[in-house]
């Protein structure tokens, strides 16, 4: 779908104050289009969710398979193969077996330059060598990242992708994940609540307006009511997108709820008490459910064609509870010992903490999968539409750059084959980024479906064993 065309598709309400209310896709309003997806569906889409540390995977050193599935790749994805291997983390997504794509045999093409999670931070969705100055930490990628490529070719003019960030900011090792190009590094927002500002136009909203919704006496929705109602008293409007703008508008006051209520004691809170919560890794879990609604949202109105979450900062630093006890940091737990260096003395059972944040993660992005796929679509749901795509910058606890996964949800109408559990065979990652780019819309130099993304030494092409026939 070419810029023009998107922009023809998206919606507002136009309310006091500036607020502008992005709509989702109504099947009954839509242009007539030559695109593949059904009629009313949102554009296609690519989220993508970052984890640290590597997974809990079978190692050299006799820690035994945590992650992956019992059974072998080529074995079809179903709710009951998932739920038996209970004793993996990707058990977590049994629900969503038959959207899933799960993909192995994808390694990193270059070394880091002084850190390895650095390294990992600036391949994993670029496909691009790691800078030789500066290096170490503060080391950057040579190339864009797919999020980046996907906006700047499908978006509209100005769109940026949207960048988010859950968990605390340390000063070292912060964001590492998407890039405009090379050395260019893009600042990610901690806050949900201003991202949800910047995209439906509060930011602009008179201080007291803004004031009434913090103390829920308004809502967004009561700002743009004139049109709201204009626009449900069409008679042109199908029982469908009747329902569907009422989710819409009831999942815009939860939105408004969830965030100005707080995240504690369910007392109402202020802007300010979400801002403080941020930074506590007591409320990291809150705050990633926060990101992922305004996500959806955002993806539901067209109002961006791509984003980013980031977990924790490059090292991941956050103390997450497990089995009711506040843990030390998970980059120790990664390391199995109280030190973020190679000497320190044991965590007791750290491999098995590890697999229980891997679990606690993929729990959360089954909360962004439950709410894509919430939202209804004529051709299924939300989820459909695009893909959500669950990584790390790391594989394993040996910070390795060979076998990292990455989960794929959704089949962005149709263009991806979902579920299967796929070995790509060792291929550098630019294929699986350049699968996603081609999947999304984006195109090679030529007009064919991108399949030469990253780095120009690397072999081109994409993982064809989950690209749908004719995409």
């Given at each position: ?23 989702p896709f109504l099947e009954s309003l839509a242009p007539r289009k030559s695109a593949k997806a059904a009629d009313g569906d949102a554009p296609t889409f690519a989220i993508f969710i970052r984890q640290g540390n590597g997974f809990a995977q079978e190692t050299f050193d006799?820690?035994?398979e945590r992650f992956w599935p019992s059974f072998g790749p080529g074995t079809a994805l179903t709710t009951a193969n998932l739920s038996a291997d209970s004793d993996r983390a990707i058990s977590e997504l049994a629900a969503h077996a038959g959207k899933l794509t799960i ?369």
């Amino acid at each position: 779908m070419n810029r023009r065309s998107q922009s023809s598709r998206r919606r507002f309400l136009r309310g006091m104050g500036g607020v502008a209310m992005a709509l989702p896709f109504l099947e009954s309003l839509a242009p007539r289009k030559s695109a593949k997806a059904a009629d009313g569906d949102a554009p296609t889409f690519a989220i993508f969710i970052r984890q640290g540390n590597g997974f809990a995977q079978e190692t050299f050193d006799g820690e035994p398979e945590r992650f992956w599935p019992s059974f072998g790749p080529g074995t079809a994805l179903t709710t009951a193969n998932l739920s038996a291997d209970s004793d993996r983390a990707i058990s977590e997504l049994a629900a969503h077996a038959g959207k899933l794509t799960i993909v192995r045999g994808v390694n990193f093409a270059f070394p880091g330059n002084g850190c390895g999670h650095s390294g990992g931070g600036n391949q994993v969705l670029t496909a691009a060598r790691v800078s030789e100055n500066p290096s170490g930490n503060l080391s950057l990628s040579e190339g864009e990242s797919i999020d980046n490529r996907i906006v700047r070719e499908l978006g509209q003019a100005g769109d940026e992708p949207l960048t988010l960030y859950a968990g605390r900011k340390l000063g070292y090792l912060d964001e590492v994940l998407s890039y405009r190009g090379a050395h260019d590094l893009r600042g990610a927002e901690q806050n949900p609540y201003n991202v949800y500002q910047d995209l439906f136009g509060l930011s602009m909203v008179d201080p007291e307006e803004l004031e009434a919704i913090r103390q829920r006496r308004k809502s967004v929705n009561d700002l743009v009511r004139t049109d709201m109602q204009a626009l449900l008293s069409r008679t042109d409007l199908s029982k469908f997108d009747r329902d569907r703008l009422q989710l819409h508008f009831d999942s815009i006051r939860d939105l408004e709820n969830g965030i100005i209520c707080g995240l504690g004691d369910g007392e109402v809170a202020n802007l300010e008490q979400m801002q403080a919560n941020v930074d506590n890794d007591d409320y990291i879990e809150d705050v990633m459910k926060l990101h992922f609604d305004v996500l959806a949202l955002a993806m539901a109105c067209g109002a961006r064609r791509s984003a980013t979450l980031q977990i924790g900062c490059g090292n991941d630093q956050t103390q997450y509870w497990v089995d009711g006890v506040k843990q030390k940091t998970f980059h120790k737990i990664s390391h199995r010992i109280d030190s973020d260096g190679d000497m320190g003395d044991p965590i007791p059972d750290a491999d098995i903490l590890h697999h229980k944040i891997d679990r606690k993660l993929l729990g959360l992005f089954k909360y962004l999968l439950d709410k894509l796929a919430s939202y209804p679509m004529p051709s299924g749901s939300l989820l459909d539409c695009g893909v959500a795509v669950y990584t790390n910058d790391l594989s394993n606890k040996w910070h390795s750059y060979d076998d990292v996964p990455y989960i794929l949800a959704g089949s962005c109408g149709g263009a991806l084959k979902t579920g299967l559990y796929v070995d790509a065979g060792g291929v550098a990652n630019n294929k699986v980024l350049s699968t996603i780019g081609a999947a999304v819309g984006c195109k090679n130099g030529g007009g064919d479906p991108l399949d030469d993304f990253g780095d120009s030494s690397l072999p081109t092409g994409r993982i064809d064993s989950i690209v749908s026939p004719g995409f």
